[in-house]
């Protein structure tokens, strides 16, 4: 009797926790989208800046995870399936950006791209990413490729090997058997890649603000707006940016939950 | 004709060491090892997966050694199906002509072909994952075969089935290998379906090829003491099998064997050399085999004791009894000496 009711007094208060945790959350989401009236909102949205925040985060958050899946496919595929002489230190290298504050990322970018040759020939050449829209799309794929890149390299090792050594032996070569086999068995990690990817680009502010700069109308993502608003007392149109990045998030979130819940992040 | 030469392959855990094999055209070719004997890497060589270390490999006198599997003309078969999760069966099967760019027709054609063989026709729309173990290794096989190989490789293709899916299936394999005249290479640990299926088998293991022959030969003369082992050797006899009141009376030569197994006609006959007793004198029991014989030889492997017993009118093979060290001594057997052996009808497997 003592025992089981010490039990249920464990698990009240954990499910307290939990509770209270969960609540914590769901204010905090709550204190934003009700800060200011629907209408306000609504308006805010529809203004000029806003929209420009919208559509420059879709785009640079677009083309930064195709970014990803292009590298990430054939990098992932590599550490998948072959050895090759100093795998595990690039393995480990490659995850690194996981770790790394954003902040410095973004240093890191912003002295590669603005004061080196190799930063400098790229400029010469017409692709300038200091203080542009270029350096929020490289400031995301930097920051982001690790995601893709571990979601993919699990996803190609749960794939036999198998499957590409049929397919050889049906008239494919090898990269016809990847194409053909591999890449369509690897769909859902693709997805949920890409989706993971995607939202977390559209919400990149630290290396982005180093690269990129925080110019209003020129590199003004969601995130950036966010700040620029609330530096300068334009509550409604940070309210504005901040909903609409909960909203993204939480529709991300869904997709990430039903397509990826089988693949490991970190 | 498939001609390997001393061909030689390490991936560390599972290797080849100094393979050579001839394989006729149109032969139904065997190779029974133990799990880890490095079957499967041999077929995988063969196919082009993984490339040789050392040693070549001709196909019709060409050699193939250094093409890329799509150019070989080698179809193969995994235990585990490998069908194409996202692709139908109709897909499936059609998968290797599309690489050779047959136009679609003739795709549809032949898949039709195909699956009507293999009796999987009315599946044609499904997705493999909706499918049986028997239907899903039945496409991999149709999968293989569209492509006319010149050899076709089966790795295991019956051991994830139940057996009477697998006993059917070994009968098709038989049927589609007599219509369609290719090359088998069935890679097995079963030693009934070497049996059954092979014209000449090879016995392999840790990487090497340790006997090639008919499967008679192979079960007759163990050319080395881990094939006999392997085998479980001795005591496999061919015969005819009457069924007479819940029992089995099976003629092998001279003898007849009482056997649980209800089988009646053509059977293969196997009886583990521990399942007989060994007595001095003639023993009452409710065993319904009881045969009188000489001892001709003793092997002395360890701990058990292999004693061949010629039981004379008949028989031409003397049976192998396994016993004890310790039994041994206290009977006092020795070579030439007059002894019985026991069986129960429950101990003779037939097949």
Known sequence: MLKKLKQSKTKIITVLFSLLLASFILVLITCVVTHTTLPALISSILSEEIQFAIKLSLTTAVVSTVMCIGISIPAAYALARYDFFGKSVVNTILDAPLALPPLVAGVGLLILFGTTSFGKSLADAGLTFVFTPLGIIIAQFFVNVPFMFRILRGTFQSINPRYEHVAETLGCTEAQAFWRVTLPMSKNGLLAGSIITWSKGIGEFGAALMVAGATRMKTETLPISLYLNMSCGELNLAIAAATILIIISLISLFVFERYGGFTRVF | ?351
Request: overall charge negative.
């Open chain 2, 1 to 351: 004709m498939i001609r390997i030469e001393n061909l030689s392959k390490d991936l560390g855990e599972f290797f080849l060491r100094d393979v050579s094999l001839e394989i006729n055209d149109g032969e139904y070719f065997m190779v029974l090892g133990p799990t880890g004997a490095g079957k499967t890497i041999l077929l995988e060589t063969i196919a082009g997966i993984y490339r040789a270390d050392s040693g070549r490999i001709f196909l019709d006198e060409q050699d193939i050694t250094d093409i890329p599997p799509r150019e070989r003309n080698i179809g193969m078969v995994y235990q585990d199906y490998t069908l194409f999760p996202f692709l139908t069966v109709e897909d499936n099967i059609g998968f290797g002509l599309k690489s050779r760019k047959v136009s679609k027709r003739e795709i549809k054609r032949r898949v039709d072909e195909l699956a009507n063989l293999m009796a999987v026709f009315h599946l044609l729309h499904r997705y493999p994952g909706t499918l049986s173990g028997g239907e899903q290794q039945r496409i991999a096989i149709a999968r293989a075969l569209i492509m006319e190989p010149k050899v076709l490789l089966l790795d295991e293709p019956l051991s994830a089935l139940d057996t009477q899916t697998a006993e059917r299936l070994r009968q098709e394999l038989k049927n589609v290998h007599s219509i369609m005249n290719t090359a088998i290479i069935h890679v097995t640990h079963s030693f009934e379906e070497a049996f059954l299926l092979g014209s000449r088998m090879a016995v392999m293991d840790k990487g090497e090829i340790v006997q090639v022959g008919t499967p008679n030969e192979v079960f007759r003369k163990p050319e080395s003491e881990f094939a006999a082992e392997f085998l479980g050797v001795g005591n496999l006899f061919q015969g005819e099998s009457r069924v007479d009141n819940d029992i089995a009376s099976i003629d092998v030569g001279g003898i007849n064997i009482v056997s649980a197994t209800l089988k009646p006609g053509s059977v293969h006959v196997s009886i583990r050399p521990e399942d007989i007793l060994v007595s001095t004198k003639q023993i009452v029991s409710s065993a319904r085999n009881s045969f009188k014989g000489k001892i001709t030889t003793i092997v002395d492997a360890g701990t058990i004791l292999r004693i061949a017993v010629d039981i004379g009118i008949g028989i031409d093979i003397p049976f192998i009894v396994a016993i004890t060290k310790q039994s041994f001594d206290e009977m006092n057997l020795k070579t030439g000496g007059e002894v019985y052996i026991t069986f129960k009808a429950s101990a003779v497997h037939v097949f």
